[in-house]
């Protein structure tokens, strides 16, 4: 029997990281047509409604289902508005082991929205499930997830050479694919105890039995 993740909804002091839902598919357009996203990510360039809607209602139900990962939405508490997605992909149930990513919309940047989303995701992996490692990997310039990594309490494992491949315009406002290194950060549970519990430390975990 294949293990998935539970629909699940984590509770910050400021945030709320639920499944995402059509009607995330606006904003969740405008958010990946960020320069920096088109940087440092793989996502199609220009992102369309369309496409928002497939990894809505297709790509991320069907990565859940095969016990591949897990997308979710980070929302603000209180205003309810997308400010990013965090990501769980590359699973391995057998070793307990996940790759944990995490983007965050331009207008929600500066705030420390990443480092509380994904610690939060980290203390639920390794809490309620039962995890023994999650793995981060940033390109070798992108400084702001290496922030992030350091901030919840990854160690540094060494560098993949040549493995990543970021974007860059060129002369005529086009993308370009440039190769460079990956960063392999890890977090096991002890780590945890180095990070500032405060950013998660709420035990908000409810589940979203009506979500496919």
Sequence with gaps: MTSTFPNISISTERLVLRPLDEDDVPALTEMMNDEQVAAWTDVPQPFTEDGARHWITEYAPTERAAGRGLDLAVTEFLTQRLVGVVQLAKTNWHIRSTELSYIIAPWARGEGYASEAALATAQWIFGDQKF?????????????????????????????????????????????????????????????????????????????????
């Design 132 to 212: 023994e490692r999650i793995e981060i990997r940033t390109a070798a310039d992108n400084t702001a997830s290496q922030q992030v990594a350091q901030k919840i309490g990854c160690i540094s494992e060494g560098v993949l050479r040549n493995a990543c491949i970021v974007h860059v315009r060129t002369a005529d406002d086009a993308w370009t694919d440039v190769r460079t290194d990956f960063i392999v950060w890890s977090l096991l549970p002890e780590d945890l105890d180095g990070a500032d519990g405060q950013l998660a430390d709420t035990g908000g975990f409810t589940s979203y039995s009506d979500w496919n």
